[in-house]
């Protein structure tokens, strides 16, 4: 019998809610007594904005609210909070995130620890509403911290985890929580909400140290550099994201102990791995299909798993290898698109494989993308997959990428 | 594997917005206390709402989670127990943002599944709007008006607990009234409003739909294109030029027919028409220059015909004719078909006189409800003495 997931909430233990998992977000920045908080409306994210100006408006929560006149002000304004020693929390979907681009790419290198949930969706165009994880993937190589969450519980209690790590001083990195765009933004679920108390217990107040942008701590930021400069700023922060799987270890460890859900390994859940044969490698709420794919072929006596992406950045490379190597063949659900990419992949294929290469072991790795702009993968879809992997696993030659779900 | 619960619940975009989630979360919040875990949301692709355009919240519950999740690991449930419709003009099918083409109400209800509407007519006025189903299924009629407010206000006129008391009834082993009535009085803690799901849960009556009954039309519908089969760069043909008007009788030519979207008809945005004395009316043209949806076609002798393949039932029209009782807008349910009045008018004045009377005259009351400030308010009342009879 198939084993529910860490993931779901435990009912019944602390208050429950029915929220969404934009609700639940906007929930964790009132526990974590968020200081400054900019928004600019672009559906999913603006579901946030809508609550969190609704917990502000009824008096629960205590923090200045700014609707910005665009994204790009959004995030520079909260930039700039962060960098006075406020606790910030912003965030964006699709275009929005793009129009905010250039403070995108400012943020890591300032060392600035916002955080910001990125309602995933397509990019336009098509004007489209639906998930894709593209618009996300676009800062992959600024430096800022990337996880996908799949449960509204999962979104609430890693908002509060990456409070924790970005502001850790050792790390003073952006962090984007992706939400998928409906099936996470918009679906409610009952949702455990924490103690003021144990929030207290794990996160400390945000201490920007040295770094603190006051007058009794005269500095000046990001002054203009030249060639001499620029390499050694950079491989900074290349230390300070090699520093992350350490903190985040910690953080998840002290999660456990003071709110008592387990996620076990911080970086990617594993859902019936243990004796699989092939498994799906993908991120956000397309688990949901795949472990009840898996339940149902499992009871046909078909050996399959999955293992589900939170951190994509960093990428957790080294323990992602140990893990997929055991397997005779990989599958990634990209709901994603890399155009010109080796072998017209997706992102997290091209990554994975890349992570593979230099394991002893390397099982082949089928990419297939599905799902874009909030199309519907099912159950059925999920099963064709995982046929196509054991085939792939007795050594049939398979596409390298295969598109899901398509009109053709 | 345990048993997994899915009620639907079809309502008019932005007016009725709010009392849809209301049901929806009333639902899984009642199942959820007595164990059972589950989940409500609006169909993503009814988004952005725009007036009057029918929409989707739908309340999944289980007896576990796991299959819940199974309940879950799609867009949106293929089949539901219950389809709630908060109004009866939606009887007539729904075409939606989400969709291509016409969905009739009971698409998703499973067969011996309940269909409940809210309603002021019978049931026998309403199952000819309904289009038949293969298999049999059951219909609830819950006396009351379409209960419309605005996208952020809450309109406390008891139709969100009547429907969640007669769900009780209906569907027992998902929620029990008892259940129900602890939801409410958490909620709300308001002992009228449970006593009101108790009326309703005590009066709620269910008939048998057979096959032959209903709406015998197919409803329309488009075969979406092939990737390759679609222009690239994301660009669409326009819709083409107008053209001439032909008279029924003389065959005169003249006028102008805008040309429409083929795929999108509008035949169920609208709550009301407008009906048109031809014989007053003076050609100002106001209606035809108002009309946000150019939905009047210009005769050859210069009348305005509203077109029902793009009217909305705004109103406008009624609004702004300078003639006493030139334009009239009715109740959608008082009509079987979207064809031309100007084209019955041409081919027998004197039959279309008596048909516009007496549509007019017996037309069941149905307001817009956004024509003046607190008009919704004035509903309340009327609605609340139902609520107190069941």
Known sequence: ????????????????????????????????????????????????????????????????????????????????????????????????????????????????????????????????????????????????????????????????????????????????????????????????????????????????????????????VAPQANEDWVMEIRRQNYAAMERVPGVLREAYADFERIFGRKYGNPFFEEYETQDADVVILGMGTLSMPTRVAIRKMRKEGKKVGMVRLRWFRPFPAEELAKCLSRFKAVGVLDRDFSFGSPDMCGVVATETRSALYTSAKRPPVLDFIGGLGGREVIVPDVEHIFNELLEAAEGKKKPATQWIGLRE | MGRLFAVEIVYRGIFQKTLAKNISRGIVLAANLEGKPGTSFGRYGDSPERNGIPAKYFAIVATDDLTLEEGMAKYEPKEVDITVCVDDTLCKGLESWAWYGLQPINKLTRPGGTLMITSKEPAESLIPMIHQKHEPYKLAVLKGIASFSGLWVYKDDHTDVRILGAIAKLLPEMMSLDAVKKFIQHEWKDAVKAQSATNSYNRVSTQTVSPSQGNPEKPFQFTLPKWHEMRDGVAIPSIAQGHKMEDPTSHASGGYQPARNPTFKKYTTRTMRPVVDFDTCIKCTLCWLQCPDSCFDVTPEGLYDANMEACCGCGVCEAVCPVKDCVTMVNEVSFKDNSSQWEAWRKNKDGYKTWLKGTIENRPVRSHGFRYKGQYEEQSPEMLEIAKQG
């Open chain 1, 1 to 220: 019998m198939a084993q529910m997931t860490a993931t779901l909430p435990e009912r019944g233990t602390e208050e429950t809610a029915l929220i969404t998992g934009s609700e639940a977000i906007a929930v964790a920045c009132k526990l974590a007594d968020v200081d400054v908080i900019t928004a600019y409306p672009i559906r999913p994210y603006d579901t946030v904005m809508q609550y969190v100006a609704k917990l502000v408006a009824n008096g629960d929560m205590d923090c200045e609210y700014i609707v910005a006149e665009g994204e790009h002000s959004q995030f520079e304004i909260v930039k700039h909070a962060c960098a006075c020693g406020a606790r910030v929390f912003t965030g964006s979907s699709g275009v929005g995130w793009m129009y905010a681009m250039e403070a995108l790419t400012v943020t890591p290198a300032l060392r600035i620890p916002m955080i910001a949930m990125v309602g995933n969706r397509a990019l336009d165009d098509p004007g489209a509403f639906g998930v894709e994880h593209n618009d996300a993937l676009t800062v992959r190589d600024l430096g800022w911290m990337l996880v996908w969450v799949d449960t509204a519980q999962e979104a609430l209690d890693t908002a509060l985890i990456a409070y924790r790590v970005a502001e850790d001083r050792r790390i003073f990195l952006p962090c984007g929580i992706s939400c998928d765009g409906a099936f996470l933004t918009h679906s409610q679920a009952m949702v455990n909400i924490p103690t003021q108390d144990q929030v207290n217990r794990f996160l400390p107040r945000y201490n920007r140290a040295d770094l603190l942008l006051h007058p009794d701590n005269p500095i000046t």
